[in-house]
């Protein structure tokens, strides 16, 4: 079957396999589908320890390094089991030597931690929403609204790539800038449409490119995921013009168990 | 009409599929507690170059690409038709009141006060911006 209850087992290391942690639940017996497989389609099952269990899955440790489908077994197995439940995602390619192991150093130590995390995660997923300019349209705002923006454009629009060089980057300062003031203000609005109907966000401080407006994860209440949705369309529609909305999930509440970030 | 198509049928909001490798990198990259772990299953091997990652820019690097953006602009020689259209309201007034303007624009479409009744597919952007975020 795909549980295993016993942590008393595996006390002799296997040189040759490791335990992969996918992340944190409450216990439940007949929580992980049967035939639920994870990263080499191993047997997805659960090392428990009191009333909360890891999902964890057997790995060869003499292997290839991390392939695509790798990131994609782990990220299927959390989206799944946060389907059924409150999870606690851990990072990506964590391997513990065996399941005593998997108690001792994740499960004890994290007891208290993972129990609240677990409550607060409690019927809950996160969606992620990116917000991008349509960059023609806003750079086009930009041109119209100043004129020194204006002139410069004019002048170095048909000079060679290296031609003019100081009057490019004067163009692309003063561009940047009005960009940064429009960002501010859009985000700000953007986000004042969504943060009522979430129950927490967070910046997921990415994307750093031209058009960029917004990049968060938010945490939604489930059994509000469809109305959410519903919202965040008619959020696009409305704004669509100058930005585009793009909404990845439900998935594994990622963002809001305290990971590291890209900072 | 399936569930899926009432759920993400409306056009405007991107749904990407949820199995994208771009995606799930973007998703799970990074995120999650940090255990101490025996071994790590390493990175190394992904085709992660490839993927429209974080790009951090300084900042003349930044003004540079901007400058690029701005003058590969069709402004002229679409007739600055949809220009007028799209920033009608931003040409009266001082530059405050240019972006507050622009604000209550957003703000006014957000509330409902948009009527576009024509329906188009979003864009995609994805190429335009990787090829702009390289080098």
Redesign the interface.
């Known amino acids: 079957m795909t549980t295993t209850t016993s942590t008393e087992q595996q006390h002799d290391l296997d040189p040759e396999r490791g335990c992969y942690v996918y992340g944190v639940v409450a216990f439940g017996d007949d929580l992980v589908p049967a035939g639920m497989a994870g990263l080499e389609k191993a047997p997805v099952r659960l090392v428990r320890h009191e009333d909360i269990a890891a999902v964890v899955s057997d790995i060869a440790l003499e292997r290839a390094p991390g392939r695509a489908a790798d990131l994609l077994a782990h990220s299927e197995v959390l989206d799944a089991m946060a389907g059924l439940t409150a999870v606690v995602p851990v990072h990506f390619g964590s391997v513990l030597a065996d399941d005593a192991m998997v108690v001792e150093d994740v499960l004890a130590p994290g007891y208290d931690d993972f129990v609240h995390l677990l409550e607060e995660l409690e019927g809950r997923l996160q969606l992620n929403l990116r917000a991008t300019y349509v960059q023609e349209t806003v750079l086009a705002e930009v041109v119209a609204a100043d004129p020194e923006v204006a002139a410069l454009r004019q002048r170095t629009r048909d000079l060679p790539e290296d031609a003019a060089y100081g009057e490019r980057v004067r163009l692309g300062e003063l561009v940047s800038r009005a960009m940064e003031l429009k960002r501010e203000d859009d985000a700000a609005v953007l986000m004042d449409a969504v943060t009522p109907y979430v129950a927490a966000w967070s910046e997921r401080g990415g994307a750093g490119g031209l058009d960029h407006v917004i990049d968060v994860a938010l945490l939604v209440d489930t059994v509000n995921l469809t109305a959410v949705e519903e919202h965040l369309e008619g959020l696009a529609e409305a704004v669509h013009e100058r930005i585009r909305l793009r909404l990845v999930g439900p998935v594994a509440p990622y963002d809001f168990v305290g990971g590291a970030g890209w900072a | 009409m399936t569930q899926t198509q009432t759920?993400r049928g409306?056009?405007?909001?991107?749904?990407?599929a949820?199995?994208g490798?771009a995606?799930?990198?973007?998703?799970?990259?990074?995120?999650?507690?940090?255990?101490?772990?025996?071994?790590?299953?390493?990175?190394?091997?992904?085709?992660l170059l490839t993927i429209d990652?974080?790009?951090?820019?300084a900042s003349?690097d930044?003004?540079?690409?901007?400058?690029?953006?701005?003058?590969r602009?069709?402004?002229y020689e679409k007739g600055g038709k949809?220009?007028g259209e799209?920033?009608g309201d931003?040409?009266e007034g001082g530059?405050a009141k240019?972006?507050?303007g622009?604000?209550k624009?957003?703000?006014k479409?957000?509330?409902?006060g948009?009527d576009?009744e024509e329906r188009r597919p979003?864009?995609k952007?994805s190429t335009?911006?990787r090829r702009?975020?390289e080098a």
């Open positions: 759920r409306g056009g405007y909001l991107e749904r990407p949820p199995s490798l995606d799930v990198i973007e998703v799970i990259l990074d995120k999650g507690i940090v255990i101490d772990a025996y071994v790590r299953v390493s990175l190394v091997g992904i085709e990652a974080r790009i951090v820019i003349v930044t003004y540079l690409r901007f400058a690029e953006a701005t003058n602009l069709d402004l949809d220009l799209f920033i931003m040409q530059a240019k972006t507050s622009a604000v624009g957003v703000k479409a957000i509330t409902g948009g576009d979003a864009r952007t335009r911006r702009t975020e």
